[in-house]
């Protein structure tokens, strides 16, 4: 085990601690919104100034890129962290959040891992050694029929709304159950473990997808190549499914596929 990937699963863990700390009190902290239906809590912010402060801690020099503080985008190590997605379901008390940290080396995403605190579930993977959940291996569905498959389609303010309706319009027809849970980064997570056949997204930004494409990959899924066209700093359309219905989610969605 490396360092990292030794590293990343303690930082994700303390940081699901605070955060499900803060969950908990019983003073219910308050939250506000960035922007419409853009929702921010103060454990955002502390839960990524922990994030930050352990990765310079333990590797001093690499470079870190969050949700809340921005940070450069450069940089031959890069952590990626979102503190809390799924904000707006920790902020109204549902318990449908994680934190999710990804290590990028040299553009190529080495190390993934997200916790869901409520759940106590651990979603980590290595490039190239494969993926687990509570340290059992993770592997996509085998699930051939787009009729009998589960696709998430996530919705933010950042598109027009006929592009998530046109989304979920396609998927419907096609005979998907379409779902919305609110966190992109266990969207991600739920295809690599299997529990839905995809997760779509028209846009969406780095820190909530960086963890959860390695998982899918490493659990024999299939991904966009989300880092093109500038992913990296202004976010991209993202498409992670289970192999067998790759092709034709694809075309549906219209988001290629690597
Ligand atoms: C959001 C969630 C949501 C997704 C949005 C994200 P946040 O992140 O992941 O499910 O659809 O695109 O912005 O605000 O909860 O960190």
Redesign the pocket.
Known sequence: MTPEFKAIEEIVRAAGTMAREAYNDPRKPAYSLKGRQ??LTVT?GAVERFVRSEVERRFPGDAVLG?EDGGAVTGARLWIV?P???????ARQIPH?CISLGLMVDGRLEAGAIYAPMHNELFIAQRGKGAWCNGARMQVSTQTALSASSVEI???T?MPTETYMGLIQRSMDAGCSVR??????L?LAYVAAGRSEAYA?A???A??VAAGLLLVEEAGGRVNDFWAHGGLSQGNAVLATNAALADELGVLTGIALK
Do not use: K, L, P, V
């Open positions: 853009d929702y955002d949700e979102d809390i997605d799924g904000t707006a379901n920790f959040f996530g919705w933010s950042r919305r849970a609110g966190s992109g980064a969207g997204e846009h969406i930004n820190w909530d």
